[in-house]
């Protein structure tokens, strides 16, 4: 498998070089995770660090590389945005109903 080292920059990563394994395009992965085990013996914390490219190139140059960025709020958006899926809902979220409402495929008084 190919790797390159690649640049870490903010958290407690930052200024590191790392090889990291390149997927089958030849690019590392968008998210890097490191889980960090806890001294006291609890679940790791997981660092999240997002692929972005090393600096801007000139047009129609060969592309400058990849670092990764410290993502402190971690998880969130990183989850694939297909067209056919369910948004994420909160449980304390109740469906907004109206009463007066007609239920789909039934006929109103109105509308006859």
Same mark, same amino acid.
């Given at each position: 498998?190919?790797?390159?080292?690649?640049?870490?920059?903010?958290?407690?990563?930052?200024?590191?070089?790392?090889?990291?394994?390149? %997927?089958?395009?030849?690019?590392? #992965?968008?998210?890097?995770?490191?889980?960090? &085990? *806890? @001294? !006291?013996?609890?679940?790791?914390?997981?660092?999240?660090?997002?692929?972005?490219?090393?600096?801007?190139?000139?047009?129609?140059?060969?592309?400058?590389?990849?670092?990764?960025?410290?993502?402190?709020?971690?998880?969130? %958006?990183?989850?694939?945005?297909? #067209?056919?899926?369910?948004?994420?809902?909160? &449980? *304390? @979220? !109740?469906?907004?109903?109206?009463?007066?409402?007609?239920?789909?495929?039934?006929?109103?008084?109105?509308?006859?």
């Amino acid at each position: 498998m190919k790797s390159e080292d690649t640049p870490f920059v903010g958290g407690p990563l930052d200024g590191r070089v790392l090889p990291v394994l390149l %997927g089958m395009t030849g690019h590392p #992965p968008k998210v890097y995770r490191v889980p960090v &085990p *806890d @001294a !006291a013996g609890g679940p790791p914390t997981v660092l999240v660090y997002r692929r972005i490219p090393a600096a801007q190139g000139k047009p129609l140059s060969l592309h400058p590389g990849w670092k990764y960025e410290f993502d402190p709020e971690g998880d969130k %958006g990183g989850r694939l945005k297909w #067209p056919w899926s369910k948004p994420e809902t909160t &449980p *304390d @979220a !109740a469906p907004h109903t109206d009463p007066d409402a007609t239920p789909r495929g039934k006929p109103d008084d109105a509308d006859e």
